[in-house]
Each structure stands twice: as C-alpha cells, then as structure tokens.
C-alpha cells in the first residue's frame, strides 16, 4: 500500500477510536468538556498512536488490541501542547491553524482542559486493566508503569528547556532537553505497541533505539521549520524559538549543520529497523516523512 494510503488510515482510525471519549452532555462543565475536545480533536499527525499501531503490526495483525494505549497517548500529547502553548511557557497564538485552546477559551480552562486530558489518560487505561485476563495484566501493568515515567520525562523536559531561554547550553544538555521533551513519548509508543505484542527483549531494543532516533530527528526538523518554514502551512508562526531566545539546533549548529544531523540521524534511525525488513516499510517511510515533512 501506498505509505501516503497507509498513513491516512491510520490516522482515520485513532480519530475514529477518539470521538468515543468525546462528551457531548449538557452538564456544569460542558464548556471544560468542549475545550477537551477542540484540542484534541484539532487535527494533527496523530504520529505517536500511530506509532504504537504500526509497531505492534510489526508483530500481530489485530490492532484493536492496542487501541485504548493509542488512546491515552495522544490524549497525554494534546495535554503537552495545551499547556506548551500557555503564556507563561511558550506564550503561542496559533497551533494548527487555528487559536490555541487559552486563546479560544481562556488561559484558567485550557489549564484545567490539559489536566483533564491527562488525567483521562489513565482513566482509559485503567479501564484497559480492569478488562485484562490474568496472562495479560503483568504486560500492561508494565505498560502503566513506563506510561508514568515517559510522562514525567516529557516534563522534565519541558521544565529544563523553559529554564534555559535565552542562555546558552552544553550539546549534552540540547539532548538531554529533546530526549525527554520530545523523544520519551515516541519511545513510549513504539514500546506499548512492541510489549502488547509480546515483542522479544532484542526487538525492543532495536525498536527503541529508533523510536529515539526518530524523537530527535522530529525535533532538529521542528527547529529548522521554526527557522524557514512557511507559516501558512505550519498553521503558527515562525520564528518564535529565536524570540524567546531557546536553544534549538538551529543556533547550535547552524541551518547546515542542522540539516546534516537530520540527515544523520534519519539514516540511522532507518537502520535499526531494516532487520525486519518488508514488514518495516512503514516504519521507515514514516522516518523520512518526518525528516520530509514540511508542518
């Protein structure tokens, strides 16, 4: 199939699976519940419970399986850019061509909407636990635990790179802010997909180490379209790094030198997960995708 063909069903699907979390009712926090929704249901790549979905089909066929982790995942994300968005982070007008939630509604409910995002999160797989059989609970307690830790390394990410506006940092530290910011929840989706299909200890970490690759490589890309990209197609503006004076690999290494580790990490990213071959078609089209990519 056409990875194009591929990724779109993909993405119809996990929206599919979202609409059922969607609450429509007239009830005290409709407005809370309608700005849950306006985030969530916004758009996007859909690229970590996609993720988890393609992982898995590395292994099994039946996706509905992993269906309430792909879930929760993105739930978790669209927690992260609510509150990424906010005016005492990264203070942004627009994301994904429209208002960002604290604009459309105001900054008290896009906290709380963000909050309820994560805390749904763990509702949807607590439910998932609670209909487990036996041989399935060791697996996703496992999952709950590493879903918990990815979380908090994505806050701690955030939490440093806030820290570090407008100073300059070591290329230890550059990593070290993506790694968690960016990259821990790719990992953390490309690993539910790998352990709910009882991938092997090697595969894992394989699978992990390209799903890091792939976290960095989205975030270098990120940077470079923040420099050059086109707002219309972004759906925000850009140039909005510079101004808040962040570290990105842009002015670390340059526009070139950027483009090259990119290049880099794509490549060896692709690598690690050839061994799997036809079966991995996706997986490396999706590498050079978010290398591609032009939002």
Do not use: W
């Amino acid at each position: 199939m056409d990875f194009k063909e591929e990724l779109k069903q993909y993405q119809e699907h996990i929206n599919n699976a979202l609409k059922n979390y969607i609450k429509k009712d007239k009830c005290p926090e409709e407005i809370l519940n309608q700005s849950m929704e306006y985030s969530l249901m916004a758009g996007g790549k859909r690229l970590r419970p996609i993720l988890v979905m393609a992982t898995y089909q590395l292994f099994k066929k039946d996706i509905e399986i992993c269906m309430p982790f792909a879930v929760a995942i993105e739930m978790v994300h669209n927690f992260s850019l609510i509150h990424d968005d906010l005016p005492g982070i990264d203070n942004d007008d627009f994301r994904h061509g429209k208002l960002t939630n604290h604009k459309q509604f105001n900054e008290a409910t896009a906290i709380l909407a963000g909050d309820r995002l994560l805390n749904n999160a763990y509702v949807v797989i607590s439910k998932e636990l609670e209909n487990s059989v036996n041989q399935d609970m060791t697996k996703k307690i496992k999952i709950v635990k590493e879903f918990s830790q990815a979380v908090d390394k994505m806050i701690l990410g955030e939490f440093v790179d806030t820290e570090f506006e407008g100073k300059q940092i070591s290329e230890e530290y550059l990593e070290y802010i993506h790694k968690n910011k960016t990259a821990a929840l790719l990992i953390l989706s490309v690993r539910m997909g790998a352990i709910l299909a009882d991938a092997s200890q090697e595969d894992l970490e394989k699978l992990t180490s390209y799903a890091e690759k792939i976290g960095l490589a989205f975030q270098i890309k990120d940077d470079i379209l923040s420099e050059e990209g086109d707002e219309k197609v972004l759906g925000k503006p850009v140039g909005n790094d510079k101004k808040l004076g962040k570290c990105t690999y842009v002015s670390k290494y340059g526009l070139i030198g950027a483009k090259e580790k990119l290049e880099k990490i794509t490549k060896e990213a692709i690598e690690e997960i050839k061994v799997y071959k036809e079966k991995a078609e996706f997986l490396i089209e999706l590498a050079k995708y978010i290398q591609n990519r032009n939002k």
